[in-house]
């Protein structure tokens, strides 16, 4: 199944992501890691991205598309994939549709994890990170045992900066605006599929591969 995996940062896409990848034997294709492996290996698009990104510009949607056409050649995505992190916006939508109509592989269908403003806004600024081992918490939905330390190790918890209520707003909002679009541009293509993304993390997986298992 051709796949792309919406939602709201904080919505559980990425875990959502690594486990669908291993319950259905495809991969999840996140176009931060093809930006990075691009740049490590040095390849014309990878130049062309570095170039972009040590300028502090925003790396085109060309490169990001042409970057995407290439993994989707590989063996390990014919049987499918689960786009993550992309399209981002109505633009790069159609880009992607262009490039896979090409290809003869339009997607099959589109999930979305919903979940509420409060929720999200819970999940991103209650995050915890420990110090020594890494492990995370939430304050408000799994809070550690201890307050301000890790159940493991007994490391310090810290809050990373960018987990601020401000920041987070503003990355919330900026979905608002360009991502949230989305829901309509594949409502209309008749490929989207709500999934509500609270509650047991297995329950959802179990509800978002029941859709996958219809398209």
Same mark, same amino acid.
Request: charged share 25%.
């Given at each position: 199944?051709?796949?792309?995996?919406?939602?709201?940062?904080?919505?559980?896409?990425?875990?959502?992501?690594?486990?669908?990848?291993?319950?259905?034997?495809?991969? $999840?294709?996140? =176009?931060?890691?093809?930006?990075?492996?691009?740049?490590?290996?040095?390849?014309?698009?990878?130049?062309?991205?570095?170039?972009?990104?040590?300028?502090?510009?925003?790396?085109? @949607?060309? &490169?990001?598309?042409?970057?995407?056409?290439?993994?989707?050649?590989?063996?390990?995505? $014919?049987?499918?994939?689960?786009?993550?992190?992309?399209?981002?916006?109505?633009?790069?939508?159609?880009?992607?549709?262009?490039?896979?109509? $090409?290809?003869?592989?339009?997607?099959?269908?589109?999930?979305?994890? @919903?979940?509420?403003?409060?929720?999200?806004?819970?999940?991103? =600024?209650?995050?915890?990170?420990?110090? @020594?081992?890494?492990?995370?918490?939430?304050?408000?939905?799994?809070?550690?045992?201890?307050?301000?330390?890790?159940?493991?190790?007994? +490391?310090?918890?810290?809050?990373?900066?960018?987990?601020?209520?401000?920041?987070?707003?503003?990355?919330?909002?900026?979905?608002?605006?360009?991502?949230?679009?989305?829901? +309509?541009?594949?409502?209309?293509?008749?490929?989207?599929?709500? &999934?509500?993304?609270?509650?047991?993390?297995?329950?959802?997986?179990?509800?978002?591969?029941?859709?996958? @298992?219809?398209?």
């Amino acid at each position: 199944m051709r796949t792309v995996l919406l939602g709201a940062p904080g919505s559980g896409k990425g875990t959502q992501g690594v486990v669908l990848s291993k319950k259905f034997n495809i991969p $999840q294709i996140s =176009t931060g890691d093809l930006l990075r492996a691009a740049v490590k290996a040095g390849s014309e698009l990878g130049k062309k991205a570095k170039s972009a990104m040590d300028a502090g510009a925003l790396v085109s @949607d060309d &490169i990001v598309i042409g970057l995407i056409r290439e993994r989707l050649s590989e063996a390990d995505a $014919q049987n499918g994939y689960i786009l993550d992190g992309f399209p981002r916006n109505i633009p790069q939508a159609e880009a992607l549709d262009e490039m896979l109509q $090409q290809l003869g592989q339009p997607l099959q269908g589109v999930v979305l994890l @919903d979940v509420p403003f409060d929720e999200l806004m819970q999940r991103l =600024t209650g995050r915890r990170t420990c110090k @020594d081992c890494g492990a995370i918490y939430n304050i408000y939905l799994s809070p550690p045992k201890t307050e301000g330390h890790c159940d493991r190790c007994g +490391g310090e918890l810290f809050q990373r900066e960018d987990d601020n209520e401000e920041t987070i707003a503003n990355r919330l909002k900026v979905y608002e605006e360009q991502t949230a679009p989305l829901v +309509g541009y594949y409502q209309k293509q008749d490929k989207l599929h709500a &999934i509500p993304g609270t509650g047991d993390i297995d329950e959802i997986t179990n509800k978002v591969g029941a859709v996958f @298992d219809e398209i």
